[in-house]
């Protein structure tokens, strides 16, 4: 799977430049990021728990981002960055407002929402690597084999455990997805558009 074809839009250029300037948000946001890749994992394996196999494999997902998470975690220490709270970024639940309520559509929808999240991290992190500095960029690329991996896993998820053709609601989706961050944004977030209130 290409991870860059899963998605319409690369990072707006206006993002980028406000990374440097954002490093402490950006590490916090990404820790957060990282959390709630677990639990996203952990929250399928409870709903689903008729789906073993399904399970196992968002088992060992949820264990790496877990680890991701803790290395986070350690790179902020290093930095003498606290894990302060910041309020949660419009990104993932902008694209989870269109997740059907009934199954099994809502399956099909949350895995092709998870995999497009990952996809977009993976997207990112390949970003960071040439504009962060020596012990960030090789922090970003040891990250991106696994999250693509990541994406591919709920992708193939999807095409594995649903029968509903899915181009229709990938695009959807994908399309949902390049507005939120192409568009402007109240906040600088891992996954945000380009953050307006910090521009020049």
Known sequence: M??????????????LDQVNSNLPTLLVDHANCEKKAASTALNLMYRYSDKPEMMVRLSKLAREELRHFEQVLTVMRKRDIGYAHLSPARYAGGLREGVRKQEPGRLLDILIVSAIIEARSCERFEKLVLILDAELSDFYASLLKSEARHASLY???????????????????????????????????????VPKCQKP
């Open 2 to 15: 290409n991870v860059n074809s899963f998605l319409k839009c690369e990072t707006p250029q206006g993002w």
């Open 155 to 193: 992708w193939d998820l999807a095409k594995e455990y649903t029968s509903e053709p899915m181009t229709e609601r990938l695009d959807f989706f994908m399309e949902a997805e390049s507005k939120l961050i192409s568009s402007d944004d109240d906040d600088f977030r891992f996954h945000s558009g």
